[in-house]
Every structure is written in C-alpha cells, then in structure tokens.
C-alpha cells in the first residue's frame, strides 16, 4: 500500500493504482468505520436537513423535524450510508455505502506544490488533462479544474493564488470521465 501523505508527488501520476492507496492510514474501499473519530471534525450525511458552521462558528446539525443532532450521530450516520467526513488537516474521505470511496486534499498540505506557480507549470508537472473547465467570475478567471481520468483524479488551480488548491482522487464527480 502507499501513503499518499508520506509521498505527495504521486499524486502527480497520470494513473494511479487507486486500490493500492492510502490517506491517513486508511485504504480506498475500507469500511468508513475505520476513520479515526478524534481526527473527525465535521461530516456531511443525509440524516442532516439543516447545517449550520463555519471558522469562527460551532458546527450545528439538525434533521428534517428540527431535532438538533451531535457531531457523533452524524458520524454514525455517515459511517453506515454515504456522505463526507472531514478531518483535521484538511483531508476528507468521501463515503459510498459505508466504504471509504475517494480521498481529498487541500489547505496548507498542498505547499508541497508551492514549486508550481503558473498554469503552464502545473501541466508540465501533472501532465496534460483529459478534461480542463475554467472557472470565472464576472468575466475573470478563477481557476481551472483538470480531470485525469486514468488516475481518476481532480486538480483544481487557483489562477488568483497561482497555486493547487484541491486534490481528490477516487469516486468524485467527473473523475471517470463523462
């Protein structure tokens, strides 16, 4: 098996082994139980109608009734179905069906890339794309995101930060192609 953590620049692999990955210690189709909790700092469910949360703010989860939920029975409820669970440092695991099905990075992780600092640069460094959309705002560029589907993975580029700001891999929208 290989730590992504322990070794970032294979992320710049045009394919990846997606089942010989691990991210924190866990493996892509290992049941989603196996997350550390005290790592767990938010998650994303189904069982969650309302959520309210942000840098300065507690995380509050409510259900469809409006019963208030515990970041614990979020969890549970995320370990056995699907959603997201995030964890401190900036990683997530994506949930399918009580297993672990992608992994994404971003935040402070991602100075390991600082050395990539230009669009041309960071296609030298990953390879050409299968997919590249732009992303704008009122006209200016925001970023690109760039879809290598024989790593079924996604990079994402911030054009006001020159820099990488996302990296998932595994079952995430647009990562296996159309």
Known sequence: MMEILEDLDVL??????????????????APADGVPRHRIVEAQASVVARYRGGDDIDSEYHDADGRPLTLDEVIDHTVRSDGFLYCAGELTYKVRAGLVVGFAIYG?????????????????????????????????????????????KHVKWDASGNRVSLINVGDFKGNAGP
Do not use: C
């Open 12 to 29: 710049m692999r045009p394919h990846l082994d997606l089942p010989t990955l691990r991210m924190g210690g866990i493996a892509l189709g």
């Open 108 to 152: 402070p992780r991602l100075s390991h890339f600082a050395h990539v600092t230009s669009y041309e640069e960071l296609l030298a460094a990953f390879g050409t794309p299968d997919l590249v959309r732009e992303e704008s705002a009122y006209g200016d560029l925001m970023g690109y995101d760039l879809y290598y589907w024989g790593a079924r």
